[in-house]
């Protein structure tokens, strides 16, 4: 029987009723050694887990709290496997080198998540391993596609101004000509998308987000349905020794447990916010894609089942010192990096990432926000006072332009 997506969470990984002294919560299962009762049944897991099986014959494969908080995400993405890595960016690499040998070619969404380019410029060109970028609102794919392409490398909403991607239509090109696609699923958290149900192949997890929620965990996380990938994957976790610990396991498990009504709650405290800058006359644009007003929205409406915190807005009036000054003016803005906790941050995006994204060519500075739990009234009152002095500090500027 199949359960809503609420229920679903509530409910996956957690440890059968045993009368009397069963916990909720799987319990946080350490170890390095994993013993075995004859030197026939350590054989018998040791070859398991070579053919690529969820069993364990060592710590660093993982015990109980593993395993729990594998079947959760894997249920979440709607996979059938799910591999954990110690932080996201780990999760994405792993799937770039699971899948790509020296002389294959990625094709990667040009709004990326930064890191990811940094990856590509050192470890993978030092591989023999070519990446290009695209746009995917002004390039053909099609066209980009060469014969030793093997990967789409897809990110929905992207970093830092969400452009939200058509992602049936880019899989049916990619699967036209036998390339797989992976997509960074970050910003919906396996909860407001399923990447995988629009025929994606891969779906990447940053667990240490709003799975987390707490702003207290690294982690990541590679979700697949096809049995191919998955064991190709297994191969390059296994080899590459990644292991995170239980304790951490089972923190991310705890996350899972309330990640549909903090999302709800971080969608609407970050909609509030949206459209309190909307209606600011120091605010340009606004980018988060529940708004009617932004350019992802309709797709956003046909695929997504909500948003979450995360709000930009451009200034268009001030330039990247008055941004500066605005960010350090904010009293219930944590300035850091990451987002996902239940707190609000924010940041003046980097222009030199801003100016990778075709999506958006503006020489204004952008902001980010991520939109905490707080009470949606006093962030706005604090946006408000920041808002008012950048007003102030600009008008000199706005009278000499016109
Ligand atoms: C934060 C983030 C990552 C990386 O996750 P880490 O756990 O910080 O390594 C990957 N993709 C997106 C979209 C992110 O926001």
Do not use: C
């Not at 996956?12 to 075995?36: E, K, L």
């Not at 069993?55 to 249920?75: F, K, N, P």
């Not at 007003?293 to 997504?304: E, K, M, Q, T, V």
């Amino acid at each position: 029987m199949s359960h809503h997506r609420d229920t679903q969470l509530i409910h996956a990984g957690t440890p059968p009723f045993v009368q009397g002294h069963g916990p909720v919560n799987v319990p946080v299962v350490r170890t390095s050694t994993v013993r075995f009762e004859n030197s026939d049944a350590y054989d018998d897991i040791r070859a398991r887990h070579a053919r690529g099986e969820r069993v364990s014959s060592y710590g660093r494969h993982g015990m109980d709290t593993h395993r729990a908080l594998e079947d959760a995400i894997a249920g979440l993405e709607g996979g059938n496997r799910a591999f954990l890595a110690p932080s996201g960016l780990a999760a994405i690499s792993l799937t770039f080198l699971a899948l790509l040998s020296p002389g294959d070619h990625a094709l990667v969404v040009d709004s990326v998540y930064a890191p990811v380019r940094r990856l590509e410029q050192t470890l993978l060109r030092r591989l023999g391993i070519e990446v290009s970028y695209f746009s995917p609102s002004q390039d053909d794919l099609d066209a980009l596609i060469r014969p030793n392409t093997r990967l789409l490398y897809l990110e929905s909403p992207s970093s830092l101004l969400y452009e939200v991607l058509d992602l049936p239509r880019l899989v049916q090109i990619a699967h036209r000509h036998g390339v797989v696609v992976a997509t960074d699923n970050t910003w919906a958290s396996g909860h407001a998308l399923q990447p995988l149900a629009l025929g994606v192949d891969i779906s990447i997890l940053a667990s240490t987000k709003y799975i987390s929620g707490h702003s207290d965990l690294m982690q990541g996380a590679v979700v697949v349905k096809d049995e191919a990938l998955a064991r190709r994957i297994a191969d390059a976790h296994d080899g590459f020794g990644l292991a995170i610990s239980a304790d951490d396991a089972y923190l991310a498990l705890r996350g899972i447990r309330t990640l549909a009504v903090r999302l709800a709650q971080h969608q609407r405290n970050a909609l509030a916010v949206a459209q309190f800058l909307e209606a600011h006359e120091a605010v340009g644009r606004v980018f988060y894609p529940a708004l009617p007003s932004d350019p992802g929205h309709a797709l956003w409406l046909r695929d997504f089942s909500g948003a979450n915190g995360l709000v930009s807005f451009s200034l268009p009036t001030a330039d990247v010192a008055a941004a500066r000054k605005l960010v350090d003016s904010l009293s219930l803005f944590g300035l850091g990096a990451s987002w996902g906790g239940y707190e609000s941050l924010v940041q003046v995006a980097a222009p030199e990432r801003l100016a990778e994204h075709s999506y958006w060519r503006g020489a204004e500075p952008v902001i980010r926000l991520h939109i905490g739990l707080e009470a949606p009234e006093d962030l706005i009152a604090d946006l408000a006072q920041g808002l008012a002095a950048t007003v102030q500090a600009s008008v000199p500027q706005r009278r000499a332009a016109a």
